[in-house]
């Protein structure tokens, strides 16, 4: 692998494939009216290049299906379980790993030990789950990002940081009351931006001083690593791995979503420390995931996760990574689409909201540009703005921050034409944004309601 061609090789072959469905841009514009506008609810078979996510949609390796078959489905003590014990604290030396079914159970038992009425758990930017985990259990979510990280067009190359002032301010006045601080790295809800080692340090030198843990939502720590080492002064020639050890640790734990840079379809984790509350926390997991040896996995699960572990750190694999999506971000610069700038590392954030100046926050400026990628090309994104984020634990409604469409990139499942065809897809609607419609909620449940909710065109 050279920088002497600029032409992205995928460093793998394709073995085994899909076949994609092609509907015509009528039919698409049926399923979406039945969908209730809203694209959680299409067949996937309706969707020509599916962008809604990276989360348990990437390619799995052949020596991620080769770890299946080693899959140990003993109850206790699986051999399964040791494999991928072994890979996490490879990368993540926590002395207590209890294996969850996904992030949001990890998310689900902490704050259920940690959390209550009263607190405050502060974050750069809370994940839809991770801020519905911290509320459901009566306490507050506040976000802390720094200023840089609400500006699209930033290029500030560690948009995710926390803002470490406004931490302190907060500390200050509610130290009592912060059970833990939380850095999501990268920051998938602002854009995907990560988070430097310094700014870690900064984060932790303040938590030791008001004396409260800090855990790192470690969804995307393999691209968060590959950004610190081509972005941050003084990390170029660290290895990925050793860079990860370090924001290891920083923290007192992590949770984590193994469905993301792990390339696994399924699984995540908690871990930790401290022993009281690892005991507290694998005695939940007991009521609803599973025994501590598996949690909420099957034995193949676990293996298959240990094997994505190796495989996302490869520097081929993160160089391939970061540039794919740097060229659908830059092709769409170039024509002039506004995009959260710089690429985040697993997707490219469209900022529906300068795109569509006619259509106010609360008409969703997010759903409608894209409802109008699927119609228009069957592509779909997700609307990460006032849809996801606006709606109040008191029922009110408030404009999100940005109103965003993401484009997420499964890992290693399309090739670069499939990108081609989707910059050609967003530059023709985004031509004719001034055409489209704002939206109106028809239906919706009284929380996370970006899954479900059904919308309407006011036309
Ligand atoms: C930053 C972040 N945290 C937590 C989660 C939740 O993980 P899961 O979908 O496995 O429950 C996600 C999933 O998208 C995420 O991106």
Redesign the pocket.
Known sequence: MTDRYRTIIEPFRIHSVEPLRFLTEDERRVKVREAGYNLFNLHADDVLIDLL?D??TGAMSRDQWAAIQHGDESYAGSPSWFVFLAAVQELFPFPHVIPTH????A?KILFSAIAGPGNVVPNNTH?D??RANVEYTGAEAIDLVIPEGHDPASDHPFKGNMDVEALEALLVEHGDDVPVVFV?IT???GGGQPVSLENLRAVRTVCDRFAVPMFI?A??FAENAWFIKTREPGQTDRSVPDIVRDMAALADGM?M????DPMANI??WLALRDDALAERCRNLLILTEGFPTYGGLAGRDLEAIAQGLRECVDEHYLRYRIRSTAYLADALDRAGVPTVRPAGGHAVYLDARALLPHIEPTSYPGQSLAVALYEAGGIRGCEIGTVMFGQQPDGTERPAAMDLVRLAIPRRTYTQSHIDYVIEVVTDVASRAATLSPYRIVEQPAQLRHFTARFEPVR
């Open positions: 996510t989360s348990g996904q992030g949001r159970a998310e994940f789950t991770t999501t920051n998938n809800s939502d969804c995307r949770t979503s193994a469905k993301k699984g995540g």
